[in-house]
């Protein structure tokens, strides 16, 4: 296993856990205020807090995502062309994602400075760059995840391989392990 | 002259497969720094946070958590099953079992690629062994899958409310009617086929058979009439009630004793990857939606268009074939977060009912999922069942024709989407 890999799967297995972790809350903060609305009871910090936890699960499972290569794309036009324009195409497409994730953490590190002294309007007691820490750090976390992932995105276009293909055929090979026994 | 130019640098960049989430952000980027200067950059942090934490679509993996534990917890035999009890009798009985359970089941999770790999392999290699072929088993299983976009819970659907602040809880109900005519519609191909080809029935209609599948099934129910009965009657809303449909979701999977914590936390997984992918495209459309709306460019485009015409039936016509082709090269998801803002102005100024528009576009991205070359419910079929692309779309050109049917009706008769949501909104 190269350095990479092995760097790549330490960093995988950390966002995952973080990525399952969030799910886990936000599912039982809804889960736990529906029920109480219901019950006639209503809590202040619902709405506030559940939009937090949505948008870390946006930022800690994209960088994720960006590590498994699996954000919305579309490929068909980049894997017709002739190999040398498509790999120069592709450093192009990995200049463009990398640049728009420095000004993200840049801009986002700047705002940050900003917010310093103010707290949420439901918790008083949480800090605003605590909850909005998610934005240059889910932007440096995506960069290191698409950096991570490059060498294999590089290989498998420059063979002609489509990722979302590639998905599909794993995730169907899976299911149909999984239902064998009964066809 | 920029709009232009920023339109070409998006479409560029899209072609060479930047995310299309990135590609947005950064032609909404360079929007600001031609019209605003550098100093408004600091607009990429505050529009990335505030589009990640729309209320509304906290729904989104609530319901993604749904379908992942569904998926996970065995509830699929139950439902193929029961269904195959109701219908299995009719020539051509798999397949209908196949359309019959797509609707319950399929785009609940927001993945229609898990979702038709999930059942699909269940269903498909039973079609083939019973002297199905193998287009016709992909072709039923994706067109209908498809279909399954519009019938609610629908991630599409829920996204479009929130691109058009218009009420996912009435676009969900606009959804049934279509969905069940739809169903019929494709039932009726599949049942043409079989007599032709001679496919097999299943076992004869029994209502022993009947009851005891329905009493197996019975706690997966819990799902839809939780969803469908809290919404339609006003107790939860579409948020409150994916809350309820994870509740429900871990409740019927425990009864079946099919779900563990390695299945609990790979549907927490791939609930949180997914809803991340998503949100990021929605977080990135404030970025340019707000380029966008200080330029005035979707007025622009509602003002020339009705500089044209305002017969509502033409520019419903131009905008269904603009939604087909962009149905032809985008994810359902890119595409509402990506258009219906910019459309949006023009429907309100043409006075089209929004909820009516909504229906209209998710089926046209419904028919969208089955066409090459971005056909991932298409590709996802064909790859469970071992068949050629082309081989399978010659067959499914039949069951799209259906779906094609579906559209023209729902948008040129506006009651048969909307005459529930008057009944139960209005």
């Not at chain 2, 009851?211 to 129910?221: G, K, Q, S, V, W």
Request: glycine residues 6%.
């Amino acid at each position: 296993m190269t350095l990479i890999n092995r760097l790549a799967a330490i960093l995988d297995f950390i966002l995952e856990t973080f990525t399952v972790l969030l799910m886990v809350l936000l599912t039982l903060i809804v889960i736990v205020a529906v029920l109480a609305r219901l019950a006639g009871e209503s809590f202040s910090w619902y709405d506030e807090v559940a939009a937090i936890m949505l948008s870390w699960i946006t930022y800690y499972g994209s960088a994720l995502a960006a590590l498994r290569r699996r954000h919305i794309g579309f490929d068909s036009v980049l894997l017709s062309i002739p190999v040398r324009f498509r790999m120069a195409a592709v450093l192009f497409g990995e200049a463009v994602v990398l640049t728009f994730f420095v000004l993200m953490a840049y801009t986002g590190f700047q705002v940050l400075a900003v917010l310093q002294g103010s707290y949420l309007v439901s918790l008083t007691w949480v800090p605003i760059q605590f909850t909005q820490s998610v934005i240059p750090i889910g932007a440096i976390l995506f960069i290191l995840c698409q950096l991570l992932s490059l060498p294999t995105y590089w290989q498998k276009t420059r063979a002609g391989i489509s990722l979302e293909h590639a998905e599909i055929e794993e995730e169907v090979d899976a299911e149909l392990a999984k239902n064998a026994p009964r066809t | 002259m920029l709009m232009f130019l920023i339109f070409i640098a998006l479409l560029a960049l899209i072609c060479i497969n930047v995310p299309i989430a990135i590609a947005l952000a950064m032609a909404g980027v360079m929007g600001l720094l031609a019209t605003e200067g550098v100093s408004s950059l600091v607009s990429i942090a505050l529009d990335m946070y505030s589009g990640s934490t729309k209320f509304s679509l906290i729904a989104i993996p609530m319901f993604v958590l749904a379908g992942a534990i569904m998926n996970a917890g065995g509830i699929t035999d139950k439902l193929i099953n029961f269904v195959s009890a109701i219908i299995g009798f009719v020539r051509g009985g798999l397949a209908m079992v196949n359309i019959g359970v797509s609707l319950f089941f399929a785009e609940i999770s927001g993945s229609a690629v898990a979702d038709v790999a999930a059942m699909g392999s269940i269903l498909i290699p039973q079609m083939k062994k019973r002297g199905y072929s193998a287009p016709f088993s992909a072709a039923v299983t994706s067109s209908s899958a498809s279909l399954a976009i519009i019938i609610p819970p629908s991630i599409p659907m829920i996204l479009y409310a929130s691109s058009s602040n218009t009420s996912v809880e009435q676009l969900f109900v606009a959804g049934v009617v279509p969905g069940l005519l739809g169903a019929a519609g494709l039932m009726l191909v599949a049942y043409v086929f079989a007599r032709r080809y001679n496919l097999p029935t299943e076992e004869a209609f029994n209502v022993k058979r009947l009851r005891e599948t329905f009493i197996d099934a019975l706690p997966a129910f819990t799902l839809p009439i939780i969803i469908l009965g809290g919404i339609f009657g006003g107790y939860v809303t579409a948020t409150e009630a994916a809350g309820l449909a994870v509740v429900a979701a871990l409740v019927v999977s425990a009864w079946y004793r099919n779900l563990d914590l390695r299945h609990l936390r790979r549907a927490m997984l791939d609930g949180g990857i997914q809803t991340a992918v998503v949100m990021l495209l929605v977080a990135s459309s404030v970025l340019m939606g707000g380029f966008l709306t200080r330029a005035q460019v979707p007025q622009d485009i509602a003002n020339a268009i009705l500089n044209i015409t305002n017969e509502q039936w033409v520019i419903l016509l131009i905008l269904n074939f603009f939604f087909l082709v962009v149905g032809f090269f985008l994810h359902s998801a890119a595409a509402i977060i990506l258009v219906v803002p910019i459309v949006i102005p023009l429907i309100t100024a043409a006075g089209i009912d929004p909820v009516h528009f909504g229906l209209v576009v998710t089926l046209n991205l419904a028919i969208g999922q089955q066409t090459p070359p971005v056909a991932s419910v298409l590709i996802t079929s064909c790859a469970v069942a071992r068949a050629n692309i082309w081989d399978v779309s010659k067959v499914n050109i039949w069951f799209i024709l259906v779906l094609l049917f579906v559209l023209l009706l729902c948008t040129y008769v506006p009651s048969v989407p909307l005459f529930l949501v008057e009944y139960f909104y209005r």
